[in-house]
Nanobody, 120 residues
Framework: QVQLVESGGGLVQAGGSLRLSCAAS????????MGWFRQAPGKEREFVAD??????????YYADAVKGRFTISGDSAKNTLYLQMNSLKPEDTAVYYC???????????WGRGTQVTVHS
């Protein structure tokens, strides 16, 4: 099992920036991918961005809604995943979750989430 703890959420004005962090601990050596998801009030959880780890290196993917504004990155030495969020919009308001795919066909480890609120 892997434990994931998110941090860095908060209240920010539209156009501002935040950086989310996700600290991973436990059996991280079999990680196939790590990503960020979000869930806004009254909506289903949606994909934001992820990094897929392959022998040739990592590949990043972004939802169209955040492409060009958000950047996902990882620090393997610190076992930490980041999400740099720039040019934030009120519609980015949501609880952001960190997730890891470990020896599975889908994401099977989840953090508890961190709230991001963007006001206009």
């Amino acid at each position: 099992q892997v434990q994931l703890v998110e941090s860095g959420g908060g209240l920010v004005q539209a156009g501002g920036s935040l950086r989310l962090s996700c600290a991973a601990s436990g059996r991280t050596f079999s990680t196939q991918a790590m990503g960020w998801f979000r869930q806004a009030p009254g909506k289903e959880r949606e994909f934001v961005a992820d990094i897929t780890y392959k022998r040739s290196g990592g590949s990043t993917y972004y939802a169209d809604a955040v492409k060009g504004r958000f950047t996902i990155s990882g620090d393997s030495a610190k076992n930490t995943l980041y999400l740099q969020m720039n040019s934030l919009k009120p519609e980015d308001t949501a609880v952001y979750y960190c997730a890891a795919q470990i020896s599975a066909s889908d994401y099977n480890n989840w953090g508890r989430g961190t709230q991001v609120t963007v006001h206009s």
